[in-house]
């Protein structure tokens, strides 16, 4: 099965590097990308929008043949979201990695934009629970590979037209939330609790880590994406 796997802001390809052997291992062939415009100056990614992500993404999908297995991380997962609505008939299911389906209208989220682009903000800019699990040695390594990226993508509210996203089955890995845990967070959020609950296949597996797994519990999450695709 061909896997394209997306990484969430500040990451590239390199974020996805320790699942993809046991991916293969599995007779899969994963295929990591790396967005357009991350690391460069606002020279050159002033213009990129999230649409020319979603389109990069559309782009390798098309370059493959039969269905194939999405992947977002983070906000990697909007990109994700918007693939499958322009290709839902190419999409075996998408897996989301402590993310979940945006509904139309809604961006990833605001960030400070230094120089005209978002770089990391730095960890501690993030909640507790997302960070508790990455000891200090392993946040200077993602440190050291975080890459900006363009300042408008973040923000630019996500399109979706197609209503046959929602028969795409979707598998959500959750780093710390069970699925009740999930599905009572949503219900504070409207919009987005009825994008969840107008899929007509979706799972919950609590992964057992913080926001960033890929770092803190590669084994766990390379385990869980191989029962995924499928």
Same mark, same amino acid.
């Given at each position: 099965?061909?896997? =394209?796997?997306?990484? &969430?802001?500040? !990451? %590239?390809?390199?974020?996805?590097?320790?699942?993809? $052997?046991p991916l293969r291992a599995a007779g899969h062939a994963p295929r990591a990308l790396t967005m357009p415009g991350v690391g460069a100056a $606002? #020279?050159?990614?002033?213009? =990129?929008? !999230? %649409?020319?992500? =979603?389109a990069a993404t559309v782009a390798a999908i098309d370059d493959t043949q039969g269905?194939?297995? !999405?992947?977002?991380?983070?906000?990697?997962?909007?990109?994700?979201? &918007? *693939?499958? %609505? *322009?290709r839902p008939d190419r999409i075996r299911r998408a897996v989301f990695v402590d993310t979940v389906p945006p509904p139309a209208g809604f &961006? =990833?989220?605001e960030f400070p934009v230094v120089d005209g682009v978002i770089p990391f903000p730095g960890w501690d800019f993030f909640d507790d629970e997302d960070v508790s699990d990455l000891d200090a040695p392993t946040r200077e390594s993602a440190s050291r590979s975080a890459r900006s990226v363009p300042a408008r993508v973040p923000t630019d509210p996500i399109a979706l037209s197609d209503?046959?996203?929602?028969?795409?089955?979707? #598998?959500?890995?959750?780093?710390?939330?069970?699925? $009740?845990q999930l599905e009572d967070r949503l219900a504070q959020w409207p919009a987005f609790y009825? $994008?969840?609950?107008?899929?007509? %296949? #979706?799972?919950?597996?609590?992964? &057992?880590s913080g926001h960033w797994p890929q770092y803190s519990a590669p084994d766990r999450l390379?385990?869980? !994406?191989v029962a995924a695709v499928r």
């Open positions: 099965m061909d896997v =394209i796997l997306v990484p &969430g802001l500040w !990451l %590239d390809a390199g974020s996805w590097a320790p699942v993809l $052997e $606002e #020279t050159s990614s002033a213009g =990129i929008r !999230l %649409d020319d992500w =979603i269905e194939l297995v !999405l992947v977002g991380h983070s906000g990697g997962g909007n990109v994700v979201w &918007g *693939a499958v %609505d *322009a &961006g =990833i989220s209503l046959r996203r929602h028969d795409v089955p979707v #598998t959500l890995l959750m780093g710390s939330l069970t699925q $009740e009825d $994008e969840y609950r107008a899929i007509r %296949d #979706t799972e919950v597996v609590r992964i &057992g390379a385990e869980l !994406l």
